[in-house]
């Protein structure tokens, strides 16, 4: 089991920035592709961006590409998402997510095995 916990998230002005963090444990975080999602109201959840176990593949939905960036720091468990110029429909709950496979995160049809329980991000006009 992995235990993924969100942070980071709240309220900001549209063309503000915020950076999610997500802290995992129970199992070596190195050994795991990360990957972030969002779920806006009344709408399904999608793919936001992807990073393999060591970095070196990176995926970006089109609507974040050269916004938002996602990295990680294998040492502190964590994985980031940088978020820079927020509009109003990046409004969503984030979810943070792990898998053994990046290609679970972008391959179509595929499905990511653990997820955090989400945080909130709002952004206002």
């Known amino acids: 089991q992995v235990q993924l916990v969100e942070s980071g998230g709240g309220l900001v002005q549209a063309g503000g920035s915020v950076r999610l963090s997500c802290a995992a444990s129970g199992r070596i975080f190195s050994n795991y592709a990360m990957g972030w999602f969002r779920q806006a109201p009344g709408k399904e959840r999608e793919f936001v961006a992807a990073?393999?176990?060591?970095?070196?593949?990176?995926k970006y939905a089109d609507s974040v590409k050269g916004r938002f960036t996602i990295s990680r720091d294998n040492a502190k468990n964590t994985v980031y998402l940088q978020m820079n110029s927020l509009k109003p429909e990046d409004t969503a709950v984030y979810y943070c997510a792990a898998d053994l496979k990046y290609s679970d995160f972008v391959s179509p049809g595929r499905a990511v095995g653990y997820w955090g329980q989400g945080t909130q991000v709002t952004v206002s006009s």
């Open positions: 990073l393999s176990w060591n970095a070196g593949s990176t």
